[in-house]
């Protein structure tokens, strides 16, 4: 089977529309049982687009082995003007629900895209400048991955972080295949996360009977049975139905 490669097709469109960066996002952990959620957002700038091409090998990350994501995971952050990935806790996720978690993983991760590249919030209101365009306002399109804007909802809520320029949000269903800053929000966020479920789950004993290093927190037959026989742990979703029943 021929998969499509992603392209900077609409990433050059919001170019054209005046956005001076454009932030490429996609989700990984929604389904899990255990573990954080975490929004992955790669970023680039649109003066890069003329001569900036799709990197080799990059691709929907559920596509790619776990093996090629690992070998992707630093040419991908060197490609990106900047990267970065937000999380929020599975005690935050039981407390707002997935959606609003993920609006604010997101905009935590844009957040700290925005200070690596220099913007910061105005100090009196007003919009946020960046140093390196001499003091011009920068505009920020962002390209979500699936049909919901969930970024723009969780804006300006009690939990969001300050963050520097609020981004243009458009939505593109099964960004992660069409899309490359989303492609590369995807590898980078998924290699993220995994990651951390196998330093988790190697690094505390009480935490090997659910096999997270196998499963990352989702919900394999041997994870259920574990909570089953164990319980959850501090770092289960408990508001899911964690057995399965």
């Avoid at 054209?16 to 957002?41: C, S």
């Avoid at 100090?123 to 399109?141: K, L, Y």
Wanted: aromatic fraction near 4%.
């Amino acid at each position: 089977m021929v998969h499509e490669s992603p392209t900077l097709e609409l990433e050059r469109e919001l170019a054209a529309q005046g956005y001076g960066l454009i932030v490429g996002f996609d989700e990984v952990g929604r389904g899990a049982l255990a573990g954080p959620v975490m929004v992955g957002a790669a970023a680039v700038r649109a003066c890069d687009l003329p001569e900036l091409a799709v990197p080799d090998g990059v691709a929907d990350s559920k596509m790619l082995t776990e093996r090629r994501r690992e070998t992707l995971f630093e040419p991908l952050q060197a490609w990106c003007a900047a990267s970065a990935v937000g999380q929020a806790s599975n005690s935050e996720i039981d407390e707002w629900g997935i959606s609003h978690a993920l609006g604010i993983a997101a905009l935590r991760a844009l957040n700290a895209v925005e200070r690596q590249l220099g913007l910061m919030p105005p100090a009196g209101g007003g919009r946020a400048v960046s140093p390196a365009r001499d003091a011009a306002t920068m505009r920020v399109g962002a390209i979500l991955d699936g049909p919901n804007d969930y970024i723009t909802k969780a804006l300006d809520t009690f939990d969001a972080p300050d963050v520097p320029v609020p981004a243009h949000v458009v939505t593109q269903v099964k960004g992660d295949r069409h899309c490359a800053t989303v492609a590369a929000a995807a590898v980078i966020a998924k290699v993220t996360r995994d990651r951390l479920m196998v330093d988790i789950a190697r690094g505390n004993p009480r935490y090997a009977p659910y096999e997270w290093d196998r499963n990352k927190g989702y919900g394999s037959a041997a994870h259920r049975r574990a909570i089953a026989e164990l319980g959850p742990t501090p770092l289960h979703r408990t508001s899911w139905h964690l057995t399965g029943e």
